[in-house]
């Protein structure tokens, strides 16, 4: 019998390391040695032996027969976004600084980004380039694809220079919002009123400014909220806003807490007048908890909600599970900036989105007795190291945020266009955002799954990546999928590749129709050097001997592709790297990992 054991987060935290189980073939548990344990870390050890994967059954379950639950289930209508029948001639470029701190730059970025959402209602006017620094990498490459593929030119003002931003565009505000110094949460309140009520925030210091360019005070937020919870803040502009905002975008402006906020997203936020809080998820804040829930409940199913949570609140668990309790998207990044922009900017007509496809449908591959690793990278490409030297030294598989194909048209034709022949790409996450579908009601999921399938088909993408943190996370609880839930994934894709699960290491594997039902063994961490890595993978290696075996590999996206190669290509035995594609067409046909799903026993975490 081959057990399949995979090796979870080697950044766990934990007491001590717990002895490994295997399952015997007459069903026993037989305790084995605890594998080689990381260094020590804050006297904490740090074990590299969890997340057993267990196979229960080698044979293969019949396919769903495809009924009336795949197509019965109306198309939930996404946010319609009006795109300009091509780029602009023109367009203003300001540079912001590095600087994000309440009490530093933040006012005058603050000011920018919400003239900029009202500037670029209509049509796109204006781009902000943000610092080189920015978790969003390609603010800078995005500005010279625009220029060669678009052929548009931009007018570049001074460094944060709202003198000059006001000159050009205070004719598209009525007036200002003033946000209180002392209260953060009234600036997010402040732009929740920008989009309704057409106004440029400002700070008391920056009223003559406005002032200067005919922009008086309409709403003032001065001493409205000194010594007020959140809930009590966000309640008040639910009261006096919530009627006139949008149901088809809710922007939760978290991430970044306390001196400092990003709010990249905010210009398209006001753009879409779309509602602002930073309200929590966690059960610790009740009253946060039900006024976001009586936000959420009141938007339209299938829309977005943009942003992050935030980091002094909640987690991801629980703000992403509560998001995909309503049937909503998420689309995760507090900063991603400039949408109001570049979701008007259409596909340039000579681009169709296509994929570097190494199978053909209906000619398996023949897997040999070998090692074969993929290297796969989430978490956005814009965030991680595509720009960075390495890729195309090694097969290296990317995940695509699919609604980018009607949000973010010119950053996913940049991505597609400056791919090398070893990149190749997947949808996700678990949908046609970032959801978690154990937390998806069951009545919506097919509705959601439909929009999937439709941006897959336009992104030719042919494999669907899978994550889902509602009852656990890389550290404790499951990450794993019921059987059912893997039910309806292969009825409702059924001319997919296959399916990949996990973040870090998960046990949810199947094999239906050809179509293989995969989980990651291993989680590459950015602080986990190579000698680790190394030694991590070679000891996966070694307690997986049956051949062929198919090591899926996640790699945490500030980790750069030369790491990735370099551990690869130090390891004991020889391995083959491959994209994707070819290496789920190999698992197809080589089934040496056993079916499992999540089991009613096994632990659940709500992520507190």
Known sequence: MNTHLSLNDPHTPRRCAPPLFIKGNRGSLAEIPSM????????????LSQNLSLSLNLSLAPILALGFALFASPLPAQPNITQAAHAPVTATLIPLSENWRMDGDVPVHALLISLQGLANRDQPRVYLEYPQNWQWEIVHPLVGFLENRHGMKFDRLGLDDADAALGRFARYAKGVVVWDKAVRSSLIVAFTIAGVEDLVVVNEDQLALAARHGLKPVVDLRGRFTGQPDEQIYQWAYDHYWARCSRDYYVVLGGHAGAEMQPGIADFGIQQRAFFSDLSANPKHPGELALLKKILIQQNTASIVLGWHSYGKDTEGQHTTLVGNYGLIM??????????????????????????????PGRPLKAEPKVYVCAVATDSMGIGTWTKPGRGRIPYTWQVLMDWAWMNPPALQYFYEDKSPNDYFIGGLSGPGYMYPKAIPPDKFPGLMQIARRLMAKLDLRVLEIMDYSEGNRHVGNTDLPKELVDRYYEQFPDILGFINGYGSARTFDLRDGKPFLSYDYYLDVNRTIPEAIADLDELIQLNPKRPYFLLMHVRESNTIEKVSDILGHLTESVEVVPLDVFLSLAADA??????????????DRNP
Do not use: M, W
């Open 36 to 47: 080689k344990r990381g260094a020590r870390q804050g006297g904490v050890c740090r074990s």
């Open 591 to 604: 089934k040496t990992y056993r079916t499992y799903h999540r089991q009613p026993n096994d632990p659940v």
């Open 331 to 360: 689309e995760g990044l507090h900063n991603l900036p400039n949408v109001s922009f570049t979701s008007q900017i259409p596909l340039t007509p000579d681009f169709k989105f296509t994929n570097n496809h190494h199978v053909t």
